[in-house]
């Protein structure tokens, strides 16, 4: 399965106006079998291509985050007030996959506590196999870059226990996904795949990739990235 997550840049105004042209691209050139994306609009020709399930960013909103899938999808949560978050449950075969695409929101405080708290409220629906994608705005190095009264560090600590990193498992680095700071000299890895542990222990991803070329970059504030995963591990449960 061809796994995509990205946040693509609609509440960037410099970005906005090529939305359209980032959905192009998103569908006609990497050709998702799902579709994790954030800060979007689905626009309607991209809807009778997939199946979808989305849920806005705030109330009132026009943009969010969204489930594309080749097939049907359900939606089984979508809240708004920690970030757009939304899960649903995906018809593969023999066992349904649940998906999530999540974008963290950046309080006062900081976005640690709101985000542990959005991950505990997806206990109950993240039955194995699952995919969770999407910005955290936090990385794996950001205790060393912050320090860890913010609580980065632990955070990364604890998601480990129950999450497969696909991009950190295979490389063991980070990879700029967001340069939005560019200009202060900060280009971050925001944006993560995790899968349940059982699918990446025994082998289920064979690749994970980011794109942050020069198209990209024109694109939105994020770069998407790509993972291939097989979920067979799961087959006969």
Known sequence: MRIVTWNMGFNDYAHRPRHD????????????DLALVQEAIVPEWAQRQFRVADGKAFVGGTWGSAVLSVNPVEKILATWERGSVVAATV?????????????ARVFEEGVIR???ETFSSL????????????DFNTF????ERYGRAYGHGPFWENLDREFWDCHWNMFHIEEATFWGRSGRGHELQDDHILIDRATGETGGVSACSV????RVRRLSD???MIAEVDFGVHAGT
């Open 21 to 32: 042209e980032a959905w192009r691209f998103l569908v006609d050139e990497l050709q998702p």
């Open 91 to 103: 018809d593969t075969s023999p066992v349904p996959l649940v998906a999530v695409s999540l974008q």
């Open 114 to 116: 709101r985000l542990t």
């Open 123 to 134: 206990e109950s629906v993240l039955q194995p196999p699952f995919v969770v994608g999407g």
């Open 140 to 143: 794996r190095s950001a205790a």
């Open 211 to 214: 794109i942050a070329d020069e």
């Open 222 to 224: 994020h770069g998407p």
